[in-house]
């Protein structure tokens, strides 16, 4: 199996309850060879806006590059090379503020796991829906559907929000192509749900 990346910043306009807002999705394209046969799909790894709506541009890049990083080691325990690439400000093309502020101590939910893991309580409340969006490529635009969950971890006393993307379709495909990223994005789900019981976590499931 040979396994190859690329990455993909885009602007993209969203719509939250009939709110309109942009943010930058940071997308990892996975391409290869599974005994000769071609594959090709690519997974998103953090959502960034340019204002206080969501985690700004500058945090959005540490959270991906936390869960690119974490692939990686799932796809070298299973005897894949791969080439530890990561996100980096230099990647986009789009011009910021002069935002500089540094986010080294930015937590992701896999740290609340492990505060769990050494006795301490840790509650997640969990809220999924399917946003739509409109990513904008050189020259033509691609209207999708995201399928994201919210996650409100409760822990030593304070309450944070994170988000994560599990799976997204072309809005005009959806009869062909919604119920297979229903799947995966549920399968993802049941991954994190098994780490959060595995640590004590209190929570409720809720799947697409």
């Known amino acids: 199996m040979t396994c190859r990346t690329s990455f993909e910043i885009l602007p993209v306009d969203f719509v939250h309850h009939d709110n309109p807002f942009q943010a930058f999705i940071f997308l990892c394209r996975y391409k290869g060879t599974i005994d000769g046969e071609e594959y090709e799909f690519r997974k998103c790894y953090a959502r960034g806006c340019p204002d206080n709506l969501h985690p700004h541009v500058s945090q959005a890049i540490i959270i991906a590059n ?17 080439e530890r690439r990561l996100f980096t400000l230099e990647n986009m093309t789009a011009k910021f503020d002069g935002y500089q502020k540094e986010y ?5 939910i896999h740290d609340f796991i492990n505060i769990a893991k050494e006795g301490n309580d840790v509650s997640v409340k969990v809220a999924l829906e399917s946003v739509p969006g409109v990513e904008h490529f050189v020259g033509y635009d691609n209207e999708m559907t995201f399928m994201m969950a919210e996650f409100m971890i409760t822990c030593l006393g304070k309450t944070h ?11 005009e495909r959806e009869k062909e192509e919604k119920q297979n990223r229903i799947n995966i994005a549920n399968e993802r789900l049941k991954i994190l749900y098994d780490e959060f019981d595995q640590a004590s976590i209190k929570y409720e499931k809720h799947f697409f």
């Open 66 to 82: 936390r869960y690119l990083q974490k692939d990686y080691r799932k796809l070298e325990k299973a005897g894949i090379e791969i």
């Open 104 to 108: 080294d101590a930015t937590l992701v």
């Open 161 to 171: 929000r994170y988000e994560r993307c599990l799976a997204c379709y072309q809005t």
